[in-house]
């Protein structure tokens, strides 16, 4: 049963450029939460979906950054016109949703570097 | 290689009691540390976390934790129990390493209050 699949791993881009940042939860989790961890920070949340829905996003910037999860397939997190500032690494979890018995799975993290 | 370990999956304090979460983590470099709660249905929240200077550092809610290198464990503690602070509790572990950032989780240790 493979847990929480992010990749690519390490993501190397030039300002201006597209990022996008993929998370396959685990098998039969409908949840998936994105957050960003900045060097010497802890986890910021950024964003919560279920299926086709976003249920909280009250952590994204209101600008360049989009999620999405699809019925089908993994979620990704798109970052439009990278800047230096978005290096960082990425972080996903997944969960069932089973409110009497809810943990979150992680991911292994996405490097977002920005040349 | 990095790894934490918490101790038990489970911990069962009464009310009022003093609530003590362990945690050890194994590192070849200077870590950080962190310890995230997470309610049900919500997403994680960062309690506190330990980059440098005071080895005793101080979180919401009351919590706390103190790094010590010799032991490598970076233990949570509170005081006195209150009935909502049931909820599963992480210790991670970030490290940079050539430039490289990952972050290690434990497998969380879900904290129930006895009334």
């Known amino acids: 049963n493979a847990g929480v699949m992010q990749n690519p791993r390490h993501l190397v881009r030039r300002r201006g450029q597209e990022a996008r940042l993929r998370c396959s939860p685990m098998?039969?989790?409908?949840?998936v939460y994105w957050y960003r961890q900045l060097p010497e920070e802890g986890l910021k949340f950024m964003v919560y979906?279920?299926?086709?829905?976003?249920?909280?996003e009250s952590g994204m910037p209101k600008e360049r950054f989009s999620a999405e999860f699809p019925k089908e397939g993994p979620s990704i997190l798109r970052i439009q016109q990278v800047v230096r500032g978005d290096s960082a690494a990425y972080f996903c979890?997944?969960?069932?949703?089973?409110?009497?018995?809810?943990?979150?799975?992680f991911g292994s993290g996405t490097q977002l570097s920005v040349l | 290689a990095q790894s934490v370990t918490q101790l038990g999956s489970h911990v069962s304090v009464s009310e009022g009691a003093l609530v003590l979460l362990r945690c050890n983590y194994s590192?070849?470099?200077?870590?950080?540390l962190f310890w995230y709660v997470q309610y049900p249905n919500q997403g994680l929240q960062l309690l506190l976390k330990?980059?440098?200077?005071a080895t005793l550092v101080k979180g919401i809610n009351g919590f706390e934790a103190e790094f010590k290198k010799s032991e490598t464990s970076f233990h949570l503690t509170k005081p006195s129990a209150h009935m909502s602070d049931a909820a599963e509790y992480f210790c991670?572990?970030?490290?940079?390493?050539?430039?490289?950032?990952?972050?290690?989780w434990g497998a969380g240790t879900k904290l129930i209050i006895k009334p």
């Open positions: 979890a997944s969960s069932s949703g089973d409110s009497q018995n809810e943990k979150l799975f």
């Open positions: 098998k039969g989790h409908s949840h």
């Open positions: 979906l279920q299926k086709e829905n976003i249920i909280d």
């Open positions: 590192s070849s470099v200077p870590p950080y």
């Open positions: 330990y980059t440098t200077g």
């Open positions: 991670a572990v970030s490290v940079s390493m050539d430039s490289n950032y990952q972050l290690i």
